[in-house]
């Protein structure tokens, strides 16, 4: 019994692994995390914007002041979908060992902007009609909404590229006598073109039928997606499943990164949208509730091992050694070292409340949104940033948040306590039984 259940979870930690390593996810989580900075200043953008300016300025001034968060707005989430694709690229061909990853990144931002709609109808400002216009690109196509329209350009894009520009037969060789930047670029002509083209001829297909590529992506699999994987039950799954990976020595990025931490992105980009517009934000689940409710101290909810390691089990120095190690990087939300250290990975009775915490922690945030105590969160802010600042940041300042993110950090610490008393007579025991041999 012991060798099957060795075996399945040998099994099931290959499968993980491969999936966290499977190149197209991988060029996915490489290029969202390049991106994150542009999306933590468009979450400071919307701060300043709704809550530092209008405490200090109002009517036209407040307007001319909020220049600065609009433009920040659209220079970041209103083109979300135009960064991603050809970050996309980029990192596909980088993790290909594909030479031409420059070449890449400009095909795929110009296969997506070639998907676009040709014309829009739009309603002006101060006006109930609508007029249809052309020769325009919208903010709203090529923001959020087209964010998993930048991912299948760039994903399919790159792929045709990288697959065309390897057939000899199909590169012109200009000869040693031309400079190597403008050799490559012949080299990859052909290809180029028919990958344009074929991305046009699309366009044309779907453009008579009275369509584009974003109102499809958008209705038949990005919506979609996100009901399932952002549902509170697809969020517990998918999360626990990446923080028990963690307990055997795999970044739950593996999990978490690939099939969660896109989508948590897009509500959150959706979110400071709707306030940057004067709107509730409409996503529970979104990236700051990952920092700020399930994942405070880090994976695992482990700044409540900390607290719990310094209340009740100080005196065993062990631990205390470990503990006052993790306590500054906790802070800071960076916990390698009390995962290893303690350790948490392959450690039974630390296991179980590494994975529950965050359920407990991730339930009573969404209870406390669901129920209308709390709004929900609408400010991107870094990973890195400490407890009770992250609350205040991410919620513009709302004090109901912290004290829901401080009730959190007790029940977790209530958690680990029992289970830090049986590892701690584990590991006294196993030093005694180790001492006899």
Known sequence: MDN??????????????????????????????????????????VLFNNVFFPWVFEGEMLARMQVFGNSITNGTLNIAGLLIAPMIAYFLCRNKNNPSAINATFLATTCLVVMLAMSHVVTPNGLEETVSVSGVMLFDDVGTKGMFSGIICGLVSTELFIR???????????????????????????????????????????????????????????????????????????????????????????????????????????????????????????????????????????????????????????????????????LFNINEPIIFGLPIVFNLPMIIPFVASPIIASLIGYFATSIGFIEPLSVMVPWTTPPILSALLASKGDFKVVFIQVLIIVVCTAIYFPFLKIAQRVAIKSAELEKTE
């Open 4 to 45: 099957e259940k060795r075996s399945f979870l040998d099994k099931f930690t290959e499968f993980s692994v491969r999936l966290g390593n499977q190149v197209h996810l991988k060029s996915l989580r490489d290029a969202f995390a390049t991106l994150m900075p542009a999306f933590i200043i468009a979450g400071i953008a």
């Open 164 to 330: 065309l520009s390897s057939n000899k037969r199909l590169q012109i060789n200009l000869g040693d006598q031309v400079p190597p930047a403008v050799g490559k670029s012949f080299s990859t002509l052909i290809p180029t073109i028919i990958v344009i083209s074929s991305f046009a001829i699309l366009a044309t297909i779907l453009a008579a039928f009275n369509t584009d590529l974003i109102r499809i992506i958008s209705t038949v699999i990005q919506e979609p997606l996100r009901l399932v994987n952002t549902s509170i039950f697809g969020f517990l799954l998918i999360y626990s499943t990446g923080n028990f990976l963690f307990t055997l020595g795999i970044h739950q990025t593996v999990i978490n990164g690939a099939l969660l931490d896109p989508l948590l992105l897009v509500n959150m980009n959706e979110n400071m949208q709707a306030v940057q517009d004067g709107a509730t934000p409409p996503n529970i689940l979104n990236s700051a509730f990952v920092t700020v409710f399930a994942q405070v101290g880090g994976t695992g909810f482990t700044i409540s091992l900390i607290i719990a390691v310094l209340l009740f089990v100080r005196k065993y120095k062990p631990f205390r050694d470990v503990v006052n190690l993790s306590v500054a990087p906790g």
